[in-house]
Protein backbone atom coordinates (compact mmCIF):
# COMPACT_ATOMS: atom_id res chain seq x y z
CA UNK A 1 0.00 0.00 0.00
CA UNK A 2 0.92 3.75 0.20
CA UNK A 3 2.30 5.35 2.88
CA UNK A 4 -0.34 7.25 5.29
CA UNK A 5 0.25 10.31 7.44
CA UNK A 6 0.16 8.98 10.83
CA UNK A 7 -2.63 10.49 11.75
CA UNK A 8 -4.99 9.11 9.11
CA UNK A 9 -6.15 5.43 9.02
CA UNK A 10 -6.72 3.09 6.38
CA UNK A 11 -10.61 3.83 6.51
CA UNK A 12 -9.23 7.55 5.82
CA UNK A 13 -10.36 9.23 8.64
CA UNK A 14 -7.86 11.44 10.38
CA UNK A 15 -7.80 13.45 13.42
CA UNK A 16 -10.01 16.90 13.48
CA UNK A 17 -12.76 14.73 10.89
CA UNK A 18 -16.34 16.07 11.54
CA UNK A 19 -17.79 12.63 11.48
CA UNK A 20 -21.51 11.08 13.10
CA UNK A 21 -20.62 7.62 14.85
CA UNK A 22 -23.24 5.44 16.75
CA UNK A 23 -22.37 6.35 20.60
CA UNK A 24 -21.56 2.42 22.39
CA UNK A 25 -23.15 0.99 19.05
CA UNK A 26 -26.41 1.79 19.16
CA UNK A 27 -28.54 2.59 16.21
CA UNK A 28 -28.59 6.59 15.84
CA UNK A 29 -25.44 8.56 14.74
CA UNK A 30 -24.54 11.08 16.70
CA UNK A 31 -22.05 14.10 15.36
CA UNK A 32 -18.05 14.68 16.59
CA UNK A 33 -14.92 14.97 16.09
CA UNK A 34 -12.10 12.36 15.37
CA UNK A 35 -9.48 12.87 18.65
CA UNK A 36 -7.36 10.45 17.71
CA UNK A 37 -6.40 7.49 15.52
CA UNK A 38 -5.44 4.67 17.48
CA UNK A 39 -3.21 1.65 16.34
CA UNK A 40 -5.34 -1.05 16.31
CA UNK A 41 -7.32 0.72 14.12
CA UNK A 42 -10.06 2.28 16.20
CA UNK A 43 -10.64 6.13 16.21
CA UNK A 44 -11.24 7.83 19.82
CA UNK A 45 -14.19 10.68 19.59
CA UNK A 46 -15.07 13.30 20.54
CA UNK A 47 -19.01 14.49 20.69
CA UNK A 48 -20.59 17.88 19.68
CA UNK A 49 -22.79 16.98 23.05
CA UNK A 50 -19.72 16.55 24.87
CA UNK A 51 -19.53 12.84 25.37
CA UNK A 52 -16.27 11.22 24.36
CA UNK A 53 -15.96 8.11 23.41
CA UNK A 54 -12.45 5.53 22.94
CA UNK A 55 -11.51 2.87 20.64
CA UNK A 56 -14.94 3.27 18.17
CA UNK A 57 -14.49 0.77 15.34
CA UNK A 58 -14.62 2.18 11.51
CA UNK A 59 -17.66 0.18 11.42
CA UNK A 60 -19.70 2.66 13.50
CA UNK A 61 -18.39 5.85 11.88
CA UNK A 62 -18.81 8.15 9.09
CA UNK A 63 -17.44 11.39 7.42
CA UNK A 64 -19.42 14.45 7.70
CA UNK A 65 -16.72 16.16 5.31
CA UNK A 66 -16.64 16.56 1.49
CA UNK A 67 -15.29 13.69 -0.64
CA UNK A 68 -12.03 15.51 -1.93
CA UNK A 69 -11.03 17.40 1.44
CA UNK A 70 -12.96 20.56 0.33
CA UNK A 71 -11.21 22.57 -2.22
CA UNK A 72 -12.98 25.14 -2.97
CA UNK A 73 -16.56 26.18 -1.82
CA UNK A 74 -18.86 22.81 -2.71
CA UNK A 75 -22.00 23.36 -5.71
CA UNK A 76 -24.83 22.64 -3.91
CA UNK A 77 -27.88 20.47 -5.47
CA UNK A 78 -29.73 23.89 -6.03
CA UNK A 79 -27.06 25.47 -8.06
CA UNK A 80 -26.35 27.72 -4.88
CA UNK A 81 -23.06 27.81 -3.73
CA UNK A 82 -22.43 28.46 0.31
CA UNK A 83 -21.25 31.44 0.62
CA UNK A 84 -20.80 34.06 3.47
CA UNK A 85 -23.98 35.40 3.49
CA UNK A 86 -26.59 32.88 1.69
CA UNK A 87 -29.63 32.25 3.34
CA UNK A 88 -29.92 28.55 4.15
CA UNK A 89 -31.33 26.24 6.52
CA UNK A 90 -29.23 23.57 8.32
CA UNK A 91 -29.72 21.00 10.91
CA UNK A 92 -29.07 22.37 14.46
CA UNK A 93 -26.40 19.47 16.01
CA UNK A 94 -26.82 17.34 12.97
CA UNK A 95 -30.66 16.64 14.63
CA UNK A 96 -33.36 16.08 11.53
CA UNK A 97 -35.22 18.88 11.18
CA UNK A 98 -34.06 22.11 9.54
CA UNK A 99 -33.86 25.28 11.00
CA UNK A 100 -33.21 28.75 8.84
CA UNK A 101 -30.10 30.94 9.25
CA UNK A 102 -27.49 32.37 7.53
CA UNK A 103 -23.61 30.98 6.08
CA UNK A 104 -21.57 33.83 8.68
CA UNK A 105 -18.04 32.11 7.90
CA UNK A 106 -16.76 29.88 5.40
CA UNK A 107 -14.24 27.49 7.08
CA UNK A 108 -10.74 26.34 5.20
CA UNK A 109 -11.68 22.61 6.63
CA UNK A 110 -15.23 22.55 3.93
CA UNK A 111 -16.99 23.27 6.96
CA UNK A 112 -19.76 26.22 7.57
CA UNK A 113 -20.33 28.54 10.71
CA UNK A 114 -23.85 29.40 10.67
CA UNK A 115 -25.75 32.63 12.52
CA UNK A 116 -29.46 30.65 12.76
CA UNK A 117 -32.54 33.15 12.78
CA UNK A 118 -33.54 32.29 16.56
CA UNK A 119 -30.75 33.65 17.68
CA UNK A 120 -28.33 30.32 18.24
CA UNK A 121 -24.70 29.88 16.38
CA UNK A 122 -23.34 26.66 15.31
CA UNK A 123 -19.79 26.29 13.98
CA UNK A 124 -17.99 23.77 12.09
CA UNK A 125 -21.47 22.54 10.42
CA UNK A 126 -20.86 20.14 7.51
CA UNK A 127 -21.67 20.71 3.95
CA UNK A 128 -24.26 17.93 3.98
CA UNK A 129 -26.31 19.21 6.95
CA UNK A 130 -27.13 22.09 4.91
CA UNK A 131 -29.74 23.14 2.54
CA UNK A 132 -29.41 26.30 0.15
CA UNK A 133 -32.52 28.86 0.38
CA UNK A 134 -31.45 31.26 -2.26
CA UNK A 135 -28.73 31.02 -5.31
CA UNK A 136 -26.17 32.58 -3.14
CA UNK A 137 -25.90 36.06 -5.01
CA UNK A 138 -24.79 38.73 -2.59
CA UNK A 139 -27.61 41.15 -1.89
CA UNK A 140 -28.50 43.53 0.76
CA UNK A 141 -28.49 42.02 4.23
CA UNK A 142 -31.45 43.19 5.37
CA UNK A 143 -33.93 42.85 1.96
CA UNK A 144 -34.59 39.43 -0.26
CA UNK A 145 -35.06 39.13 -3.76
CA UNK A 146 -38.90 38.14 -2.51
CA UNK A 147 -39.66 41.79 -0.51
CA UNK A 148 -39.17 40.02 2.43
CA UNK A 149 -36.83 42.01 5.35
CA UNK A 150 -35.04 41.07 8.67
CA UNK A 151 -37.82 41.32 11.39
CA UNK A 152 -40.66 41.07 9.06
CA UNK A 153 -43.49 38.78 10.51
CA UNK A 154 -44.04 35.16 8.49
CA UNK A 155 -45.79 32.60 9.09
CA UNK A 156 -44.01 29.34 7.85
Known sequence: GSPR???????????????????????????????RVNRD?????????????????A???????????????????????????????ARYRGKARYYPGVIRRVNRDGTYDIDYDDGEKETFV???????????SPRRPDQSRDGFREGMKVEA
Not at 41 to 57: A, I, L, N, R, W
Not at 64 to 89: F, I, M, N, Q, Y
Not at 126 to 136: F, M, T
Open 5 to 35: RPDQSRDGFREGMKVEARYRGKARYYPGVIR
Open 41 to 57: GTYDVDYDDGEKEMFVS
Open 59 to 89: ELIKSLEPAGGGHGSPVRPSGGELREGTKVE
Open 126 to 136: AGELIRALDNG
